[in-house]
């Protein structure tokens, strides 16, 4: 079963909690004050969001990183009828 990430929009508390698939849609309450919390995005080690402080660096460079491929495979599509 995956496990997911949860952060309360309220008080900051984490929460690592394993959930199926099924149980996505449903809403996670903080326990510790009861506020709907939300799913971070993670990595095996790693948390990338935008909105952390820690973590603007990482999110810019993955953010320039794509830009730079995409205009590449635009580039490819344009002149060679493929993305490769
Ligand atoms: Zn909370």
């Not at 952060?7 to 809403?27: F, G, Q, T, W």
């Not at 709907?36 to 969001?49: C, E, Y």
């Not at 810019?60 to 730079?68: A, E, I």
């Amino acid at each position: 079963m995956p496990q997911y990430v949860f952060k309360c929009s309220v008080c900051d508390a984490i929460a690592e909690l394993y959930r199926a698939m099924k149980d996505r849609a449903n809403p996670v309450q903080c326990r510790e004050c009861g506020e709907p919390m939300r799913q971070q995005l993670t990595l095996p080690s790693l948390i990338i969001d935008g909105t952390d402080p820690a973590f603007p660096t990482a999110a810019g460079k993955w953010v320039r990183d794509r830009m730079r491929r995409m205009d590449k495979e635009k580039k490819n599509m344009a002149e060679h009828g493929t993305y490769k």
